[in-house]
């Protein structure tokens, strides 16, 4: 965590600490999406990965449980 806020803080970004708990609304999850633009949807802890497709223009890039991915 250290080495992430030291590269944060030497490339001039802005940190922001979120946290959720629940399962979210699609119309939220759409509100999000809106706001953010992602180039990329990742999606988590769902039972439904692929039903992302069809709700959203972005990629969207499916992780098994364990799997590791870069960021």
């Known amino acids: 965590m ?3 806020m030291r ?3 030497k490339k001039n970004m802005k940190f922001y600490q979120v ?3 629940g399962h979210a609304e699609i119309d939220t999850l759409k509100k ?3 706001k953010l633009k992602p180039r990329k949807i990742i999606p988590i802890h769902t039972f439904h990965p692929g039903k992302y ?3 959203f223009s972005q990629k ?3 992780v098994s449980d364990g799997e ?3 960021v």
């Open 68 to 70: 590791v991915f870069a």
């Open 60 to 62: 969207i890039e499916q």
């Open 32 to 34: 999000v999406v809106k």
């Open 19 to 21: 946290h959720t708990s």
């Open 7 to 9: 590269f944060i803080k």
């Open 53 to 55: 497709g069809g709700l």
């Open 2 to 4: 250290q080495k992430m």
